[in-house]
Nanobody
């Protein structure tokens, strides 16, 4: 399974972008998925996460009220509004969870996309 992000780009402060994450070789039926970001010189941080079916979401305090995470059977999305220069980073799609095969053997997975650049100019 490969995850691929799209929708990044350059936008002025106050603008909006919508990121998408698609999975090749699979439907988007992972246990949990999320968006992370990493700015230059900083550690990768969680932006938002959502469980299967969209029943539960969690956001970093810095993006609450501005970003919205969602998903369907095909993709995951991150709607980013009121963007700020400090939102500039590479944004990564992540999917994780576990499944059991017909013999009851449990497998865990943790997939990452290559990232998409978001740049917010002041």
């Amino acid at each position: 399974v490969q995850l691929v992000e799209s929708g990044g780009g350059l936008v002025q402060a106050g603008g909006s972008l919508r990121l998408s994450c698609a999975a090749s070789g699979s439907t988007f039926s992972f246990n949990a998925t999320g968006w992370y970001r990493q700015a230059p010189g900083k550690q990768r941080e969680l932006v938002a996460e959502i469980t299967s079916g969209g029943g539960s979401t969690n956001y970093a305090d810095s993006v609450k009220g501005r970003f919205t995470i969602s998903r369907d059977n095909a993709k995951m999305y991150l709607q980013m509004n009121s963007l700020k220069p400090e939102d500039t980073a590479v944004y990564y799609c992540n999917a994780w969870g576990s499944y059991s095969d017909s013999k009851g053997v449990k497998y865990e997975y943790d997939y990452w996309g290559p990232g998409t650049q978001v740049t917010v100019s002041s």
